[in-house]
């Protein structure tokens, strides 16, 4: 089983930036980390993920432009890094790790995300 911690949530102003983390106890069990977010009375939704064997990246279209996910596998953590946040990007943000197959659009999907985290709080205040 894998334990993810997520780090970096707080309080920012429109056009603040801020940087999300997720630790990973270990990477052998996933083939991909992603970032998915929860606002209130809306469905979780995907951010980004990354692989972590080669680095491969998929982004949601609302964040293509702002965000930027790395991974330091020798850390076994990914990081988010979060440009020009708008309040629209208010939400708890969640961590998973995926080891099921996915490609293109299907790496979206949050049913092929195994383990989560407890999520870290994103407010960005307009």
């Known amino acids: 089983q894998v334990q993810l911690v997520e780090s970096g949530g707080g309080l920012v102003q429109a056009g603040d930036s801020l940087r999300l983390s997720c630790a990973a106890s270990?990477?052998?069990?996933?083939?991909?980390i992603g970032w998915f977010r929860q606002a209130p009375g809306k469905e979780r939704e995907f951010v980004t993920a990354?692989?972590?064997?080669?680095?491969?990246?998929y982004y949601a279209d609302s964040v293509q432009a702002r965000f930027a996910i790395s991974r330091d596998t020798a850390k076994n953590t990914v990081t988010l890094q979060m440009n020009s946040l708008k309040p629209e990007d208010t939400a708890v943000y969640y961590c998973?790790?995926?080891?099921?197959?996915?490609?293109?659009?299907?790496?979206?999907?949050?049913?092929?995300?195994?383990?989560w985290g407890q999520g870290t709080q994103v407010t960005v205040s307009s």
């Open positions: 998973a790790s995926g080891a099921r197959y996915c490609s293109g659009y299907g790496c979206h999907v949050k049913e092929l995300y195994d383990y």
């Open positions: 270990e990477r052998t069990s996933s083939t991909r």
């Open positions: 990354i692989r972590w064997a080669n680095g491969f990246t």
